[in-house]
């Protein structure tokens, strides 16, 4: 007897697959509307993978999130407190009921300035970790005007969106870190014939995307185009965190607290003003008079700082975090069966190094990098179980090094 489908009836000789069961058999067209009808109700592997991932089950605590925080970045304890508070209320934002109409939880943007190699970046990356919502780093220096070559401001949130697995409930719930927000800075007061693409007409263009609308994105990313099918996407529920150095904005800093030095009390509490870390003081209208538009600023109602990093910092940083520089290079020469360790006068003379180059953690990298090329390069060859890097064997190395 010709076995035949138990769904369409259909013979073995009339479909190219017959999977047989226990008491029945199913063709394989049967088979593709079965599993399609599965995923639709909930079941299946792509079913779970949209409803369980980016699915909040318990929201971290302002205080969980800075202790995880602080398992990978050495300081900084200020940027910490605001970024876990914001990333916090988000998450409750989120939660507030639909049919709650007495009170609208507006979101709150954070704006984060420090110099470079004070970890900016690593607190967007570290807190990504944590987080069960989409989470995506873009650079600002890519972006210009709409017309022009580089990236539209649209192309934040097809990023957004392909890490979200083109989910757009997810994505609409989602964070973005903005970095090198402070390269779209106004280039110049002065109105001129040149347009400033790639500065103050980029800010315009993330004006209505940090505050809330609609936008239609290009799924696959690029200029948009009339042919194209878009993806339309709701900001009001997304938030941004956005980073830049702000390079000479101490100057800006510096001017505005010297003009309120009238009379002999003022002279006092000049006094009282750390100059070696000005940063600590900025306000809003440091940023406006570095070039941000006063409009995008009224949208990152949070502004923070980051404290430059001193010797001690910059030790820290080298041994105790639990991805640091150190734990890097001892895992490397580990997975070959070597011990690698740093006398205490090694690892000073490094921190010495990366103070005097002024590139912050950025420098401390750089610098173990080239002690250690030559003994990356020979070690691993050598019957050795054990390697010491001396400080003498530093100092040796760098002599050798460009970066002398």
């Known amino acids: 007897m010709a076995k035949k489908c138990n769904f369409c009836g ?3 000789r009339e479909v190219k697959l017959l999977i047989t069961g226990v008491d029945g058999c199913i063709c394989e067209d049967c088979a593709v509307q079965a599993y399609q009808v599965a995923t639709a109700n909930g079941y299946g592997p792509e079913a779970r993978r949209q ?5 909040m089950k318990r929201v971290p605590k302002p205080k969980e999130i800075k202790e995880y925080l602080d398992q990978y970045v050495i300081g900084q304890d200020e940027a910490k407190r605001y970024l876990s508070v914001a990333v916090y209320n988000h998450y409750k934002r989120l939660q507030q009921p639909k049919n709650d109409n007495e009170v609208e939880i507006e979101k709150s943007n954070i704006i984060m300035v420090g110099s470079t190699g004070t970890g900016k970046t690593l607190l967007a990356r570290t807190i ?11 650079d600002a220096t ?22 979200a697995d083109y989910n757009v409930e997810a994505t609409q719930r989602g964070i973005v870190f903005i970095d090198e927000i402070d390269k779209i800075a106004r280039k110049m007061d002065n109105p001129s014939i040149t347009r400033d693409v790639s500065g103050e007409g980029v800010q315009q263009g993330l004006l209505k995307l940090l505050e809330g609308t609609n936008v239609n994105v290009p799924p696959k990313g690029g200029r948009k185009h009339p042919d194209q099918d878009y993806i339309s996407i709701d900001t009001h529920n997304i938030l941004f965190i956005c980073g830049g150095a702000f390079d000479g904005i101490e ?21 009282k003003i750390d100059k070696e870390n000005l940063m600590q003081y900025i306000a809003p209208q440091d940023l406006k008079s570095f070039g941000l ?13 980051l404290n430059p990093l001193d010797r001690d910092a910059l030790t820290k940083i080298l041994t105790e975090p639990k991805n640091s520089i150190i734990k890097q290079y001892q895992k490397l020469f580990e997975m070959d069966g070597i011990k690698l360790t740093f006398t205490p006068e090694a690892l000073t003379l490094i921190v010495d190094k990366a103070v005097e180059y002024k590139l912050g953690a ?5 610098i173990v990098e080239n002690i250690m090329m030559d003994a990356m390069f020979e070690v691993p060859s050598k ?7 001396t400080a003498e064997y530093a100092q040796e190395q760098l002599d050798k090094s460009h970066l002398q």
């Open 251 to 271: 100057r800006k800093i510096a001017q505005r607290l010297n003009t309120h030095v009238v009379g002999y009390n003022s002279v006092q509490n000049v006094r």
């Open 51 to 55: 409803t369980s991932k980016f699915n």
């Open 293 to 305: 538009i006063p409009e995008i600023i009224g949208r990152l109602p949070v502004l923070t700082y």
């Open 128 to 138: 990504a970790r944590q987080l069960d919502v989409p989470f995506t780093i873009v």
């Open 383 to 389: 019957r050795t179980k054990s390697f010491e890097v």
């Open 362 to 366: 950025r420098g401390l990298r750089s």
């Open 142 to 163: 890519v972006f210009t005007e709409a017309g022009y070559v580089g990236e539209d401001v649209e192309s934040i949130l097809t990023r957004l969106l392909q890490v």
């Open 10 to 12: 259909r013979s073995e």
